[in-house]
C-alpha cells in the first residue's frame, strides 16, 4: 500500500470516529422521540432488530444512566452514505421512552429524520404497537404571539398548560374554558405576563398562541417558545 493510500485509509477512520462520537455525545433531545407501552428490554430488543433489517450493524451498547439504555450502530443510506445511529430506551414503568438519533458525514437532516422514522416504525411493527405520530409543525411567531398546533383535544391541553404554567412558576390570574372549543388562561412570572388562548380548529387540532409581555422581544419570545415546549412534553405529543 502506498504512502497516499495509507494516508487517505487513516483520514477515512479518523473521519468515522469523530463522526461516531458527535453522534454519540450528541445533546439528549437530538433525534425522534417514541413513547411506547412496552418494558425497556421489550423495547431495547426492537431497536436492535430493526437497526439489523435497515442494515445497521451495533457498534457499542451500554448503560446510558441506571434506567436507560445507549445503541450506537453503523449502516448505509440508500445512496451509499455512511450513517450512524444512536438509540436511548428509557425505562419509565408503564413505559418507555425511545428516542432514534440518525446523522450521516453530507447528509440531510430531513433525510436521516426519515431514517429514523423508518427504525421507529419497524420497532412497533416488532412491539405490535403504534408507530410514533408525524412531528408537530414547528411553533411558529403571528402577529398575536408565538403559536403552535397540536393533535390533543383542547380539554387535555387545556389542563397540560394549567400544570406547564405552574411548573414554570407563573401566578395564574385566569384559567377560563368555553366547552371544548377555546380557552383562556392568564398569568405573571417575574417582570413579565403572559396570555394564552386555545382554539380547536375544524381539522380536529388545537391551536394555542402564547403572548408574553414585559421583557425585550427576543425575551419575550424565548419565554413563550419555551412554555409552548413544556405543554408539548406534558402532552407527549412528537415534535422535532
Not at 417582570?191 to 419575550?220: C, K, W, Y
Amino acid at each position: 500500500m502506498t504512502r497516499a493510500a495509507c494516508v487517505c485509509l487513516f483520514a477515512g477512520l479518523l473521519q468515522a470516529c469523530v463522526t461516531r462520537d458527535s453522534v454519540k455525545n450528541a445533546p439528549v433531545d437530538a433525534g425522534i422521540l417514541g413513547i411506547y407501552k412496552a418494558s425497556g428490554a421489550a423495547v431495547l430488543a426492537s431497536a436492535v432488530e430493526a437497526l439489523r433489517e435497515t442494515n445497521f450493524a451495533v457498534a457499542e451498547d451500554e448503560p446510558a444512566r441506571s434506567s436507560s439504555r445507549r445503541v450506537l450502530a453503523t449502516g448505509y443510506a440508500a445512496s451509499g452514505e455512511s450513517l450512524i445511529a444512536r438509540v436511548t430506551v428509557e425505562d419509565r414503568g408503564v413505559e418507555c421512552a425511545a428516542r432514534v438519533y440518525v446523522a450521516s458525514r453530507r447528509g440531510s437532516e430531513a433525510a436521516d429524520a426519515d431514517v429514523a422514522r423508518s427504525i421507529h416504525e419497524r420497532m412497533a411493527r416488532r412491539l405490535d404497537l403504534p408507530a410514533p405520530p408525524p412531528p408537530l409543525p414547528p411553533a411558529t411567531e403571528s402577529a398575536d404571539g408565538v403559536e403552535r398546533t397540536y393533535r390533543s383535544m383542547l380539554t387535555l391541553c387545556f389542563d397540560g398548560a394549567i400544570r406547564a404554567c405552574r411548573e414554570r412558576d407563573y401566578g395564574l390570574r385566569e384559567e377560563k374554558r368555553t366547552g371544548d372549543h377555546t380557552g383562556a388562561i392568564r398569568g405573571e412570572g417575574k417582570a413579565f405576563t403572559i396570555a394564552m388562548h386555545l382554539h380547536r380548529r375544524t381539522d380536529n387540532r388545537t391551536r394555542v398562541i402564547v403572548s408574553v409581555q414585559g421583557r425585550s422581544p427576543a425575551e419575550n419570545r424565548d419565554e413563550a417558545m419555551r412554555l409552548l415546549e413544556r405543554l408539548r412534553e406534558e402532552l407527549k405529543e412528537i415534535a422535532e
